[in-house]
């Protein structure tokens, strides 16, 4: 069984499309991330979930928008997509603080052309 | 604010032969420190974690790493390393601050165990 499974692995889309990346887990974690892997290799958190309601936004654009409609999830919807964001989208979850270990999804492949 | 700095790029390393990846940090305040392993196509997976008491950390797949508070290092070692180790290392810190914590990673470090 997979821990924390995201969808879809791969996205292609053009510029300025909308478009969404969902997120689960199944191992009863509480707190939820999103984090942006860019083409460095940079990984840079974006937003983190606990109980569903949201505990870090990190500078984000607007255009992301986070929802968590439970625990076990944590979608996140990008509107007007730019070329900028084109990067590797991860999920992770972890029990409790950021500090306890952090599981995370495979990643999504965002590329827009 | 913190941050985190990873000295090496990509580090070659013959099989068996041991390996250090540096990784420094920056903060005002204490610090929670952390080593990630990514491997090719996957998303990350912690090796080891400092949070307090001995500053000699053992992880997993025989990794261990040493928190110097002078020298603000969490610098990560293998005796020997092996084909599978391949992969990128990450290096986070994470400032305590009672229940806001995040953690900032470094830019990584390519480790290429030569056969």
């Known amino acids: 069984d997979t821990a924390v499974s995201q969808t879809p692995k791969y996205l292609v889309t053009q510029m300025g499309n909308d478009k969404s990346i969902k997120c689960e887990q199944n191992?009863?974690?509480?707190?939820m991330y999103w984090y942006k892997q860019d083409s460095k290799k940079f990984l840079k958190i974006m937003f983190s979930y606990n109980n569903k309601e949201l505990i870090i936004n990190e500078t984000v654009p607007n255009r992301f928008s986070p929802k968590s409609p439970d625990k076990a999830h944590l979608n996140l919807h990008i509107n007007s997509l730019e070329l900028g964001d084109s990067a590797v989208y991860f999920c992770a979850s972890s029990q409790g603080q950021a500090y306890n270990e952090q599981f995370f999804g495979p990643g999504t492949r965002l590329t827009v052309l | 604010a913190q941050s985190v700095t990873q000295l090496d790029s990509q580090v070659p390393v013959f099989e068996e032969a041991p390996v250090e990846l540096r990784c420094n940090y920056s903060s005002s305040v204490s610090v929670y420190l952390f080593w990630y392993v990514q491997y090719p196509n996957q998303g990350l997976q912690l090796l080891l974690k400092y949070l307090s008491g001995s500053t000699l950390v053992k992880g997993i797949n025989g990794f261990e790493a040493e928190f110097n508070k002078s020298q603000t290092s969490f610098h990560l070692r293998k005796p020997s390393v092996h084909i599978s180790d391949t992969a990128e290392y990450f290096c986070?810190?994470?400032?305590?601050?009672?229940?806001?914590?995040?953690?900032?990673f470094g830019t990584g470090t390519r480790l290429t165990i030569i056969p």
């Open positions: 191992l009863g974690h509480d707190t």
């Open positions: 986070a810190v994470s400032e305590i601050n009672f229940g806001n914590e995040k953690l900032t």
